[in-house]
T-cell receptor, first 117, second 110 residues
Framework: GAVVSQHPSWVICKSGTSVKIECRSL??????MFWYRQFPKQSLMLMAT?????????EQGVEKDKFLINHASLTLSTLTVTSAHPEDSSFYIC?????????????FGSGTRLTVV | QKEVEQDPGPLSVPEGAIVSLNCTYS??????FMWYRQYSRKGPELLMY????GNKEDGRFTAQVDKSSKYISLFIRDSQPSDSATYLC??????????FGTGTSLTVIP
């Protein structure tokens, strides 16, 4: 089946530093990738939609200058959390549509646990 | 009102029990309904999907959608300890934006 590889699986960083999270579609081309954030016992919150070769579309309330998204190729999207602060600590998950004709065909990455200290 | 409501649990059942997980929603335009399973510290994996109303069965899992009541269910028969996870419902009308429930934490006790 389709696989979305997400790295790193966990990262601890100091407050004020930047962290990059990578999301790769391994056996399919993903023109669109989605980035979510998940807090404990809460739903997945869509942060932005990443389109290959164009600027990402951010959801309301998500700071585009803080959460930089790059989708330079059909198989790679990155999320960079800039000047991270403890409140940015969360579980970040990407997903991509692996079946273009299906509205349910989304594969998720394994997630990245970010802890900012 | 949230788009999707899901009881977070936690739900604890003995092995072999029948588990019922539910979500309600407010947007009548939703057409695609999904259930994801998420193990601790992992991304969600698609378990089942249903289009519009009706039932769908896959092994021990049955998904039901009642669009008239805006209510969806996932039933797990003969539950196993390996079913212990958080189950998220999700729905969409266009496939471009998904709405997720908060997830229900399930523990199956051997």
């Amino acid at each position: 089946g389709a696989v979305v590889s997400q790295h790193p699986s966990w990262v601890i960083c100091k407050s004020g530093t930047s962290v990059k999270i990578e999301c790769r579609s391994l056996d399919f081309q993903a023109t669109t990738m989605f980035w979510y954030r998940q807090f404990p016992k809460q739903s997945l919150m869509l942060m932005a939609t990443s389109n290959e070769g164009s600027k990402a579309t951010y959801e309301q309330g998500v700071e585009k200058d803080k959460f930089l998204i790059n989708h330079a190729s059909l198989t790679l999207s990155t999320l960079t959390v800039t000047s991270a602060h403890p409140e940015d600590s969360s579980f970040y998950i990407c997903s991509a549509r692996d079946r273009p004709a299906a509205n349910y065909g989304y594969t998720f990455g394994s997630g990245t646990r970010l802890t900012v200290v | 009102q949230k788009e999707v409501e899901q009881d977070p649990g936690p739900l604890s059942v003995p092995e072999g029990a029948i588990v019922s997980l539910n979500c309600t929603y407010s947007n009548s335009a939703f057409q695609y309904f999904m259930w994801y399973r998420q193990y601790s510290r992992k991304g969600p994996e698609l378990l089942m999907y249903t289009y519009s109303s009706g039932n769908k069965e896959d092994g021990r899992f049955t998904a039901q959608v009642d669009k008239s009541s805006k209510y969806i269910s996932l039933f797990i028969r003969d539950s196993q300890p390996s079913d212990s996870a958080t189950y998220l419902c999700a729905m969409t009308n266009t496939g471009n934006q998904f709405y997720f429930g908060t997830g229900t934490s399930l523990t199956v006790i051997p």
